[in-house]
């Protein structure tokens, strides 16, 4: 059996989990290739500083990603978050998320992290939320968010404020980095995508320079992000259900398992498009 790494180019914003991903992946006989996809610019800032001063009027507040968290805090410049958010229902998708929150907001300790992405926290909150519906819950976002998640909890009964505080932007070197990236072209077998704006960033630069995707093995990292290739017409060899490195390793090493899974959501999708 040959030794050589696998090498996989993950498109992903850096971030504290970078090192965590390199070494997982070294350590199952990977090679990761990071290019950083995205930036970010906080806007509305002391809209949200408002908000955030007065947890009363809110039962809880939901962080999708990380960026959401940083916007926190950084509309707090440098003051602490209230206390009586520490009593509300608050939510996060993924452990990334979760672990910021708890570090950066003074231990504010975030439900739902296990969930993954925005359709399985709506289902999570909708299940397990035992408070007042009659207050919203604070939902900090991108530009580029989905309403699926606000969809699912205002069809539900839910209030929700939802506070555009970032803007997502395709990173100004993307181009630099994907080129080098691609310098040992023949080694490369997985392209891993870690969000739906990182798919269509990437795909802008590899449609102008003519680089056809169908000679890689592309990984997309949850469902919203395969969809989002599915969108354009390339095919998803495999797809990890959550955003941790855990998670695409075990697609990376047994592929099939997520098509299986695949397969069997898609027929539950079906089934329940026919009792409708």
């Given at each position: ?48 500083r ?11 507040i ?71 519906r ?21 069809e ?9 505080v ?23 077998e ?11 960033c ?26 989002a290739?599915?969108?354009?017409g ?43």
């Open positions: 059996m040959s030794s050589r790494r696998r090498t996989v180019i993950i498109f992903k914003s850096e971030s504290e989990s970078t090192d965590v991903y390199a070494e997982t992946l070294l350590g199952h006989n990977f090679q990761p290739v990071f290019v950083p996809t995205l930036s970010f610019g906080f806007k509305q800032l002391d809209q949200l408002a908000k955030l001063m007065t947890p009363d009027k809110y039962a809880g939901i962080f999708t990603s990380p960026r959401c968290v940083e916007a926190v805090a950084e509309a707090l410049q440098l003051r602490e978050l209230p206390a009586g958010w520490t009593l509300l229902h608050n939510y996060a998708v993924g452990e990334v998320t979760h672990n910021l929150a708890l570090s950066t907001l003074q231990q504010l300790f975030t439900h739902g992290k296990q969930t993954g992405n925005a359709r399985n926290l709506g289902d999570f909150i909708v299940d397990t939320f035992d408070g007042s009659n207050l919203p819950l604070l939902l900090p976002c991108g530009n580029l968010a989905t309403d699926t998640l606000l969809s699912k909890l205002v539900n009964g839910f209030c929700v404020d939802a506070c555009e970032y803007e997502t932007k395709c990173s100004p070197q993307l181009g630099e980095c994907i080129e080098r990236a691609l310098q040992d072209v023949e080694s490369i997985f392209l891993a995508f870690f969000s739906p704006s990182g798919v269509n990437a795909h802008e630069w590899f449609k102008a320079h003519n680089v056809s995707l169908e000679q890689w093995k592309l990984v997309a990292i949850g469902p919203s992000t395969r969809r290739l599915e969108s354009l390339l095919k998803v060899f495999c797809t990890a259900e959550r955003p941790t490195v855990e998670h695409l390793v075990k697609v990376l090493l047994n592929p099939q398992e997520s098509r299986e899974r695949l397969v069997r959501e898609r027929e539950r999708e079906r089934i329940a498009a026919l009792d409708n």
